[in-house]
Every structure is written in C-alpha cells, then in structure tokens.
C-alpha cells in the first residue's frame, strides 16, 4: 500500500520547533508563477505509521542486517554501529565545510590520523582522502601515472596493461584516464601468464593495473617478478585493493613495489554500500607519485592541522571539499576500535571463513581453481548446468532458503561462474547454512529442476527483466 493512501488528514509524525527567524514574503524572493497555489499533497499519517511504512520497504529487499550476504568482490560484511555513533557527533556533522582550519582541528585530526594509518596498512608514502569511491580511486591513480610520465617528458607511454581476470572498473578508469588497454592473459592456473606480460612490456608501457588477490580469490605469487617487469620498462604498477581485507596486517602493497593502491572504505573497513553510495576510495601512493596527489591535502604542523590546498604538481581535485566525511569517520572508528592486531584478525577470518565453505562444497560444485582461497573462491556451475540449471537459477533460488546469492557470471573468465564472499563477520553456523543450502540446490537441480528454475517463490516479486530494468531504470511508483 502506498504511504499516500493511509493519508488522513490532520495526522501528523512530526514536531517542529518555534520558528524563530522573521518569516520571508514568498513574493518577493520568487517570481509569483513560481509560487505554489495550493499546498503540496503530501501524506498525513503518525509516527507509527510512517515507521511501519518504512520497515516494510526495507523488508522487501535483502539486506545484511538479515544474514550472509556472499556477493563475492563486494565485502557485504557487517558494519558496527558504533561507527554510525561517531559518525553523528555534532562535532562533525554540524561543521561547515568552509569553517577555518584553526576551528576544524578535530576534523583535520580524524582525516589525518586515518590517513597515517591507511599509509602504514599498505606501506606507502603519500595518501588522499579526496576519491569518493574506489573507481574514482582508480582514475586518481591514473591521473597520476599521467602526470608522473608527463612530468618527465616521457610521452610515448600511451598503453596500460590490465589481466583478463579484472574487474571491469580497470580499464574503464584507463581508457577514461586517455590510455589505451592491453590485456594480459591468465594462466591455467588464474594467475597472470609471465609470459605473456614480459612480451607486452615495452616503452610504450605507462603502467600495469593488478588486483591481489585478484578477482578469483588467489595471491599472485609472482608479484614480485610482475614488479620487476613493469619497473623494468619504466612504468608504473598500480593495486585495485577494493578487496584489502585478506591482506590487512599480514602483507603491504607497498613491500610488493606497488607505486598507487586504492582502498574501498566502503568494503574494507565496513561502511553500509550498495546502491550507489555513499563510498571512499583513498589512495596511497610512493615516493615518485606523492607530488602529483591531489588536493586538498591534511598536514600537520607542531600539534597544529591544516589544509593544503594546492601543490605545484598535484592533479587538481576530485570531489569538492574533502571526500566523503562521514565514511571516512566510520572507516576511523572502525580502525580505532580493532587496533592492529584486531585489523590483522579481521583478514585471517575473512581467509578462514572461505576456505571453510570451499571445503564443504567442495563434493556438488566444480572448482576452476583448486588451491586454497583467499578471502574468496570462484566456482562454477557447469555441473548444474549439465542439467538445465545455470549459475542465476541457482542465485534465485538462494532466494528461497532466506539467503543472497554470490556475485554470478564475474571473473569473466569463469563459465558460470559464482563468486563466494562470506566475510569475516558470520559465524560458523552461518557459513555452514549456507553450503548446506548450496548443496542442497545442487542436488535439486539433479532430482527436481523445475523448483530451481522457477525460483524465487517466496520473494516480494518474481525473476524480474534485469536487462530491461538497467536500461529504462524506474525507480518510482
Ligand atoms: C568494488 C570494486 C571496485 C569498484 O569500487 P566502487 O567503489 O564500486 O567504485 C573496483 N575493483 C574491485 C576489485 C572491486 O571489488
């Protein structure tokens, strides 16, 4: 039921205070066929309904705060509300953006101690709070790979090369960065073929973009020789961290020669997503790209904050103002609460948890890549598929039994892939639902399809046309 048909007029949810400012006369502040004739009709109803009205949207749709949410590449983990706490101080949410420096110091403190402690996470030297997502992240990494070959005149690097494995966002900030892609092939095995990335480096090489672990959930081991290429030709090697959480406290971008590495805020360090936001993609970056960050930039003089706001070199700025305030005071407290040693427990759970479920699906679904997973593994439904049933029957299915599904047909790579994610937030009996869900699915696609592909009966609606629902989006009633 619409909210505007519970309408009675001369309810009301809501107190407001005694103005206390002279009232404007409309008339001369907007031209009078502007000005409304009638008032707006707008629903009256009582705080209790209008609760009421709110809960029951949020129950249409999944959400974490009902169960696992294994979106594979997304880290739907649980979010504290102790950050949502912090987050609502009036200190922070009643400052004004343009206030001076001197009576923003706990702002300037909060920004700049998280960006302190994001450098010493992944190992680097310069930091910016400014991207607001890790796709943004993406293009401030680029735009300072530009500025850094440009810097030196060095403008035959027109190329950068991305793995097939990537995540589309990749390539997509290149080309908008004004490079063109080269793709490196992936190996039997998932991991870049050495191969075939020695034969793409040359001069015209402005840099490698790789995310490790990469999007099928395996450490690229040969990092480290990925590094020495790259260096070698003079570009420039550029980390997708969105996933940091199987890295946190155990390994460093920067010891693995990485020159830039996003972060996703919003993923790693728990801050409610999806939907298109709200995010924060800081980036770290070495010694050779700490001229070209962007600005504004948090400094710390004495005991004293302030704001950068432009450098000789620096790209410009990303976002107006300084980023996304709020996450980053929810990705602060977040650190703050967990401390380094509850920061590395977080990655050796996210890593536990799904070998776990990798292990106890191991007998229905068909891996690609057998070996131990990171905080993620990709399998695949060709088995099911064998009997009619794909990889979105299976996810719709999910549905059913009360639970999300995994992120489906990505890597690429994969034929019917699913990529699994379940976080270092669930329990033991959490994770086992799940597979056992998963395995039960599997045996339903052998014995009885029809249930699979019909799915989901039990959701709000039915399979909608998801090609027809991106492309004429209507998201009113
Ligand atoms: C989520 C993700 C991104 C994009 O991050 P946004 O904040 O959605 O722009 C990029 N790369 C990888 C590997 C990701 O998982």
């Known amino acids: 039921m619409l909210i505007i048909e519970k309408s009675k007029s001369g309810r009301k949810g809501y107190t407001l205070p005694q103005i206390d400012v002279p009232t404007a006369d409309m008339s001369e502040l907007l031209p009078n066929n502007m000005i409304r004739k009638d008032a707006a009709k707008l629903p009256e109803v009582s705080e209790n309904e209008i609760s009421r009205h709110y809960i029951k949207l949020s129950q249409l749709n999944y959400n974490i705060e009902s169960g696992l949410y294994p979106l594979g590449s997304c880290t739907m983990k649980y979010n504290p509300k102790v950050n949502e706490k912090l987050a609502a101080l009036p200190g922070f949410t009643e400052l004004h953006p343009c206030s001076q420096d001197e009576y923003s110091q706990g702002a300037l403190q909060m920004m700049y101690e998280l960006g302190e ?69 992936s190996r039997e095995d998932g991991r870049i073929d050495i191969d075939d990335l020695r034969s793409k480096a040359d001069d015209t090489v402005a840099g490698m973009m790789i995310t490790n672990p990469s999007t099928i959930g395996i450490f690229e081991k040969e990092i480290e020789e990925i590094e020495r290429i790259i260096h070698g030709c003079g ?37 409610p997503h999806g939907g298109g936001g709200p995010g924060a993609g800081p980036v770290c970056v070495s010694d050779k790209l700490v001229p070209f960050l962007p600005t504004p930039q948090v400094i710390k003089e004495g005991d004293k904050y302030s704001l950068l706001r432009d450098t000789e070199k620096s790209i ?118 799940f597979a056992n869900v998963m395995n039960k699915i599997a045996e339903e696609a052998r014995t009885n399809k029809d249930v699979v592909l019909n799915a989901p009966t039990t959701a709000a609606v039915k399979r909608l046309d998801d090609a027809l629902a991106s492309r004429k989006l209507n998201i009113r009633w």
């Open 316 to 433: 410009g700025s990303m976002h107006s103002f300084y980023g996304n305030f709020g996450v980053l005071i929810r990705a602060y407290t977040y650190i703050r609460m967990l401390g380094s040693l509850g920061i590395r427990q977080v990655s050796e759970n996210a890593i536990i948890n799904a070998n776990y479920i990798m292990k106890l699906m191991e007998n229905e679904y068909e891996y690609p890549y057998k070996e131990f997973c990171m905080h993620e593994f990709v399998c695949s439904a060709d088995r099911q598929k064998q009997h009619g049933v794909s990889a979105k029957d299976i996810a719709k299915r999910l549905l059913d039994y009360g639970l999300h599904a995994p992120t489906i047909y990505f890597p690429l790579i994969v034929r019917e892939a699913m990529l699994i994610e379940p976080t270092e937030t669930e329990t033991k009996e959490s994770l086992e639902n």
């Open 235 to 271: 570009g420039l090697l550029y980390m997708d961290g969105a996933n940091l959480n199987a890295l946190l406290g155990i390994v460093r971008p920067g010891d693995m020669g990485f020159d830039c590495v996003h972060m996703n805020l919003h993923k790693t360090f728990s801050t």
């Open 117 to 185: 402690a994001l450098k010493e996470i992944t190992g680097l030297q310069g930091v910016s709070l400014q991207p607001s997502a890790g796709s943004q992240g993406e293009l401030a990494g680029i735009l300072m790979f530009r500025a850094y070959h440009k810097d030196r005149n060095d403008d035959k690097r027109t190329v950068i090369l991305i793995p097939d494995s990537a995540h589309g966002t990749n390539p997509a900030s290149a080309a908008i960065g004004g490079f063109s892609i080269v793709s490196v092939k």
